[in-house]
């Protein structure tokens, strides 16, 4: 019968610390989504014209992905450059992933925070 | 009118204005004078790339990169196109069953004249590509056409090719408004953002040669048609131009277009035009 009394506290401190781990591991999982979303060929691609830390055999003709977030602080203007580059620079090669529907709004939001983990 | 317009205020205006095309929507209704054109996109390459001597550029991701360059001549030694070569020569001495021959259908019996096309044929009113000639050839001697992208054709034109090694780009616009609008109808097919990818031909081979597309080396636009057809690791074997070109449009999306299209046509000829001077190269060797 002793055991009874501690059970509600060890369920609590579990609880507690299942929600002080909650929120970075859900940031974690959404970024680990979007490095598969951004690396898969089939999506992203983006190591076709970017060198990105963790991805193999990345092309040249975009520049190197890092730093972002001190690049970038407002995750507002890395949806709208993977939205469409080309409304900020229209000569970009970089395609139109939100526009033409190549990644959803998503998706996009899951390689947005792969990127401001680089 | 206006659709024109908006194609090229929408396609790579900085690339345009790179080779001074000025305004071109105005121009086109006078005519061109495609030669200043030439010239002009000759010497966009050549400023770009001060490095590269100018009959280098025929040899597309090899005058990019001087590790791939080297690997290749080395590579040259023993070169993957030679059975294509063989081939080629072999089928073009064997006579059809009507007793003619390939060399029956071309000038100089089909020796040293890669560098003649395509031409503009003012009896059709239309392009007509080497490999287009080699078919009608084949149908006029009652023999079945072979296909535009690999094996026979690529080792017929492989062989045309390396009987003109060396020969300058010497490509025609004669004096017939259709021939200008196949010009024309090539350029704009070249600077055109199409697919998915919102890719033009110029956003890679014109914004971006010498960069790497994932492992690939991209080719500058500039003698881009002199190296074909080429042998690729990738294929396992030989492509065509034809070949070439459907598989620049399906890699980034876009729909390939039926082979000897009239744009596939058109912009060979507008490739090829701006190349003149240029020797032929072909057949290539590529990774």
Redesign the interface.
């Known amino acids: 019968m002793t055991a009874f009394p501690r059970k509600p506290a060890l369920v609590f401190i579990l609880a507690a610390l299942a929600a002080m781990a909650a929120a970075p591991a859900r940031a974690q999982s959404a970024a680990a989504e979007g490095q598969k979303l951004a690396f898969d060929r089939g999506k992203g691609n983006c190591?076709?014209?970017h060198v990105i830390k963790g991805g193999d055999?990345?092309?040249?003709?975009g520049p190197e992905l890092k730093d972002i977030k001190a690049k970038y602080p407002d995750r507002n203007e890395l949806v709208a450059i993977l939205f469409d580059e080309?409304r900020r620079n229209?000569?970009t090669?970089m395609?139109?992933f939100g526009r033409?529907?190549?990644l959803t709004e998503q998706e996009i939001n899951a390689i947005v925070d792969f990127l401001q983990s680089l | 009118m206006e659709a024109r317009s908006a194609i090229w205020l929408g396609s790579a205006l900085a690339a345009l204005a790179a080779l001074a095309f000025t305004a071109p929507h105005v121009i086109a209704a006078d005519k061109i004078d495609t030669a200043t054109e030439a010239k002009a996109f000759q010497n966009f390459f050549f400023q770009k790339f001060p490095n590269v001597k100018h009959e280098d550029f025929v040899n597309g991701p090899y005058s990019m990169n001087e590790d791939m360059k080297r690997q290749w001549q080395e590579k040259e030694e023993f070169p993957p196109y030679e059975f294509a070569l063989d081939a080629g020569k072999e089928m073009f001495a064997t006579p059809f069953k009507n007793g003619k021959t390939y060399a029956d259908c071309f000038p100089n019996g089909g020796i040293g004249i890669r560098q003649n096309y395509p031409y503009f044929d003012e009896k059709e009113g239309k392009v007509v590509t080497l490999e287009l000639a080699l078919n009608r050839c084949r149908e006029a001697n009652g023999e079945a056409p072979y296909s535009y992208v690999k094996d026979e054709m690529a080792s017929l034109t492989a062989y045309m090719a390396f009987t003109s090694r060396g020969k300058l780009m010497d490509i025609k616009i004669p004096d017939d408004p259709r021939a200008l609008e196949a010009y024309e109808n090539g350029k704009r097919y070249f600077y055109t953002r199409r697919g998915q990818m919102n890719f033009s031909c110029a956003s890679c081979h014109v914004q971006s040669p010498g960069e790497r597309i994932r492992a690939e080396v991209l080719a500058p636009a500039l003698g881009i048609m002199n190296a074909l057809p080429i042998y690729r690791s990738e294929w396992s074997g030989m492509g065509t131009t034809t070949r070439r070109l459907m598989t620049c449009n399906s890699q980034t999306r876009a729909v390939p277009l039926e082979p000897q299209s009239d744009e596939y046509r058109d912009v060979e000829y507008f490739l090829s035009y701006v190349a003149n001077g240029l020797p032929i190269s072909g057949p290539g060797a590529r990774p």
């Open positions: 190591l076709t014209c055999l990345p092309g040249t003709i080309t229209p000569q090669m395609p139109p033409n529907r190549i």
